[in-house]
């Protein structure tokens, strides 16, 4: 298995455009998970699915940030418009009931300018 | 979720035993500790995990007293490759299924 995949690994924008990240779980994980890491507030997550529906969106910053899972296999992570204090490397995880531990993709380093 | 204490950084040398502590005193009954080791620019990724006594794994010990109010996690003999921040956390064991909370972690520096 690949792993968890993440798409793009770097991102630059400018303010006010939207971005969008990408993420596929490794096959088989019901549970996948979007965690946001700065310098100033460390590893904090945004939201997470169980079986392609969101249980708890508490750390989605604002109504900017959206993400879906429109099947077991894909999720995406919207922010519209973009600021320059989005800019941050976005990580999603997967796991599935088997396991104790999540498995983190490469993450996408995201640059608003 | 017990609130975990470790050191911001420690520095080593190739070949040596490192050792990071962690300090939850206020962890539950049912509170697993779990370790994730993060390279610079990759995820973080579980790398050992505990309730008491010892544990250990191709990759590292963990140590865990009576009282569960610390714990150690033990590096034997390191390599440059070792470099990377080290993340203690005190979870139910079906964390893996709800989300993570990560706090600053240690920032092991290991030089040749």
């Known amino acids: 298995d690949a792993g968890v995949i993440q798409s793009p690994r770097h991102e630059v924008t400018e303010m006010g455009q939207e971005v969008t990240l990408r993420c596929k779980p490794i096959?088989?994980?019901?549970?996948l998970f979007w965690y946001r890491q700065t310098m100033m507030r460390g590893l904090e997550l945004l939201i997470y699915f169980n079986n392609n529906v969101p249980i708890d969106d508490s750390g989605m910053p604002e109504d900017r940030f959206s993400a879906k899972m429109p099947n077991a296999s894909f999720s995406t992570l919207k922010i519209q418009p973009s600021e320059p204090r989005d800019s941050a490397v976005y990580f999603c995880?997967?796991?599935?009931?088997?396991?104790?531990?999540?498995?983190f993709g490469p993450g996408t380093r995201l640059t608003v300018l | 979720l017990a609130k975990t204490t470790q050191p911001i950084s420690m520095d080593s040398y190739e070949g040596q035993e490192v050792n990071i502590t962690c300090s939850h005193n206020n962890i539950a009954t049912n509170d697993y500790i779990t370790w994730y080791q993060q390279f610079p620019s990759q995820g973080p990724r579980f790398i050992i995990q505990?309730?008491?006594t010892k544990v250990t794994n191709e990759v590292a010990s963990l140590f865990i007293p009576a009282d569960r109010k610390s714990s150690t996690l033990s590096l034997p003999r390191v390599s440059l490759s070792d470099t990377a921040v080290y993340y203690c956390l005190a979870i139910k064991r079906d964390t893996g299924r709800r989300a993570l909370t990560f706090g600053s972690g240690t920032r092991l520096q290991v030089q040749p």
């Open positions: 995880a997967g796991t599935s009931s088997q396991y104790n531990e999540q498995f």
């Open positions: 096959s088989g994980h019901d549970y």
């Open positions: 505990g309730y008491k």
